[in-house]
C-alpha cells in the first residue's frame, strides 16, 4: 500500500477496481483520507523496526509481478496479432523475453537467499486474494467490446 501514492489510491473508484462509497473520497484531489491512513501505515511500519523486512517482501512480488506482466504482453501479442498496438515495445521479442528471464531468476534467487520473506509476500499476496473476490464477487472476465489493449 505504501508503494504507491495516495493520488492514485484515489483514482482506483473511476477504474472500478475498489468500490466508490468511501468518505471523503473526490476524483478531483487527493484523498484525504488515503494520504492520513497511508501515512499513518508508514509511520507504524517505521516505529516497529519492520519496515526493511517489508520492503524486502515488496521488492520480491513486485519483481515477480513485473515478470508477469512483460510475459503477458508476449502472450497478448501472440494470441492477437491483430491488436491495436498503441505501444511498440523496442527490441521485442527479444527485449521482454530477456526481461522475463531475468525476472524469473530474480524470483527464484530471492527465494532460495530469502525463503522467509519470499513466503511471506507470498502469502500475503495470497491472503488479497479472498478480500478482492468478496469485493467483486463476478470474477475478471473480458468481454468482447472491451478493447484488449487500451
Not at 26 to 38: E, G, K, S, T
Not at 53 to 76: E, K
Not at 82 to 94: C, E, L, S, T
Not at 120 to 147: N, T, W
Amino acid at each position: 500500500m505504501d508503494a504507491i501514492s495516495p493520488k492514485s489510491q484515489s483514482h482506483h473508484p473511476d477504474q472500478g477496481t475498489i468500490p466508490t462509497e468511501r468518505p471523503g473520497w473526490r476524483p478531483d484531489r487527493c484523498d484525504r483520507v488515503a494520504l492520513i491512513l497511508q501515512g499513518a501505515w508508514a509511520s507504524a511500519l517505521v516505529f516497529s523496526g519492520t519496515f526493511d523486512q517489508i520492503t524486502d517482501m515488496l521488492i520480491f512480488v513486485s519483481w515477480a509481478f513485473y515478470g508477469l506482466l512483460a510475459l503477458a504482453v508476449i502472450v497478448a501479442r501472440v494470441r492477437f496479432p491483430d491488436a491495436a498496438r498503441p505501444y511498440r515495445v523496442p527490441g521485442y521479442p527479444v527485449v521482454p523475453a530477456v526481461f522475463v528471464a531475468f525476472s524469473a531468476l530474480y524470483v527464484v534467487l530471492s527465494i532460495i537467499e530469502n525463503t522467509r520473506n519470499a513466503l511471506f509476500g507470498m502469502v500475503l499476496v495470497a491472503a488479497g486474494v479472498p478480500v478482492y473476490a468478496s469485493v467483486f464477487p463476478v470474477g475478471l472476465e473480458l468481454l468482447p467490446e472491451q478493447p484488449l489493449i487500451s
